[in-house]
């Protein structure tokens, strides 16, 4: 285990989970829909949200693992940071193997690979930046920490850092198609496409205005999508 001190603070250690999967993607991307995937190949999901009319399946998320996400990226490894991100590792351990955390601040995700060195498994998964915004707004959500592009943006760099890890689309999984198993076989998954549900889908053919940057990273991410799938 990693130790990090600060002067007047006793040493702490820093836990490593045993077998982490972690979904990561922008809100209203699908992370949840992704998240029900895996807990239908064996990963435990710990949660303290329940669901909602929004993700009739709940949300797969622990509160304390999202609060901690918008202080790393904000913080990085403060003493503090340590001992919340240990509360978050010895939450996933006692859960079993292998364990799921869903980040929706997808620069967080680097924490994690940076205790694990590399050993973890990852799910990316992205969606139109014009219907994950409009469904963001029809959810109440007008901002939020980082914008479509600077999530989605830090997906490809994640890809290329995380061994093993795989890019996947809302559009994708929602339809059930069957080069989502190939894919999620590559991380070690037999996941049961049956779990998917077309009416679980809130957007779809937003004409919302959106720039050219965000479609430059929307056209790479389905790129990484196609050699996932392959």
Known sequence: MAELKEIGEETVK???PRDLVVVA???RSGTSLTCQLLESAGVKFPSDIGPDRYNKKGYYELSFAKELEK???EEAMTVENTRALNRVIETLNEAGTPSGLKIVIVPAIFF???ITKGDMRA???FR???DSKASMLRRGI????LSWFENNNAIIAAHENIKRSIVVSYETLIEGKPCIKKAFKKIGFDVD???VRKTYRTQKGSEMVVTDEEMKVYKKLKELEKRSCR
């Open 123 to 125: 799910v990316f998964v």
């Open 193 to 195: 496409l049956g779990v």
């Open 128 to 130: 139109r930046p014009a």
């Open 71 to 73: 202080k790393l990226i």
């Open 112 to 114: 994690y690979r940076h």
């Open 25 to 27: 993607g922008h809100p």
């Open 142 to 145: 007008s901002q939020f920490r």
């Open 14 to 16: 820093l836990l490593v």
